[in-house]
């Protein structure tokens, strides 16, 4: 695979990558946000996790999930739940992942899977996953690299996310998400962790500084199916298959942005 700054420089990626900055930019001045941008961006927050947790095959009802009454034999309430808990910890943790992101990567996973320390044991929350096979709740068909490949990996992109100063913020982002997802590292419940961590490339890297766009959003208004074809193509490693994958991230952002306007407008003429 070429550089990822060199992919990024490709016109057709380029102008993708420009579309999405100029919406983004249009959603963070919008004037709704001066008296409501704390709960503009908790509606953020509580959409993106509710497409999360979609994007894992729980399609709960957004008001719903608003509500809290989600009943507690609803077969998807531990996705769901474990959705909103990342989604809460996401600017929580920017601190954290602005000196080590794979400190940050960890502790998200902690979040994620907390409800699942009893059955699966403790050593394997937060940790690098013990074999091959990737997350049964949410199988990906991939050949996942062996576990030894997972810390080299990790540090690789650490060190990326530290030291790249030349790389766009959206496709450093979409490299990340789509890097988390091909690499499985945990081994359970990784499509949330990596979902919230292209969050957090954008929040740090001065795209979206308040959050506010659903990037989840995005992702889950191609289909489930489709979302998960291209991150395939991704693990593949052609350049061809990344810069889709990152042409995709940037309509995910341009349709994240969208969600947030409507939402805007909605709190405006209220």
């Known amino acids: ?13 380029r102008q993708q990558l420009e579309s999405a900055r100029l919406a983004t930019d249009e959603v963070i001045a919008h004037r709704a946000l001066r008296r409501h941008g704390g709960d503009i961006a908790l509606e953020s927050s509580l959409r993106g996790a509710r497409a999360s947790a979609a994007l894992m095959g729980v399609d709960v009802d957004l008001e719903f999930l608003r509500s809290g009454n989600l009943r507690l034999d609803h077969p998807g309430r531990p ?14 943790i ?3 992942w602005r000196r080590s992101p794979v400190q940050a990567l960890a502790r998200l996973h902690v979040v ?16 690098p996953r013990p074999n091959d096979q990737g997350d049964p709740q949410d199988p990906m068909d991939l050949a996942l690299p062996p576990v030894a490949d997972i810390a080299p990996r990790l540090m690789r992109l650490n060190a990326l996310l530290l030291n790249d100063k030349e790389t766009p913020a959206l496709a450093l982002a979409a490299y990340t998400h789509g890097e988390l997802m091909a ?5 359970l419940r990784d499509g949330l962790v990596a979902r919230a961590a292209e969050r957090l490339v954008l929040r740090t890297r001065g795209f979206d500084p308040r959050g506010l766009v659903v990037t989840e959003a995005g ?3 191609v289909g ?17 298959a990344v810069a889709d ?6 309509h995910a952002v341009r349709t994240g942005a969208a969600t947030i306007e409507k939402v805007c407008t909605q709190f405006e003429s209220a």
């Open 1 to 13: 695979m070429q550089p990822l700054v060199e992919i990024a420089r490709k016109t057709a990626v």
């Open 79 to 92: 996705i769901a739940q474990a959705a909103l808990r990342v989604a809460q910890e996401v600017p929580q």
């Open 224 to 240: 489930r199916t489709q979302y998960l074809s291209l991150i395939k193509g991704y693990a593949g490693g052609s350049d061809r």
């Open 94 to 96: 920017e601190a954290i």
């Open 245 to 250: 994958w990152i042409n995709h991230c940037a």
């Open 219 to 221: 992702h889950l208004s």
């Open 112 to 127: 994620a899977a907390a409800d699942l320390a009893d059955s699966v044991g403790t050593d394997r929350i937060g940790r």
């Open 183 to 187: 690499i499985q590292p945990f081994g």
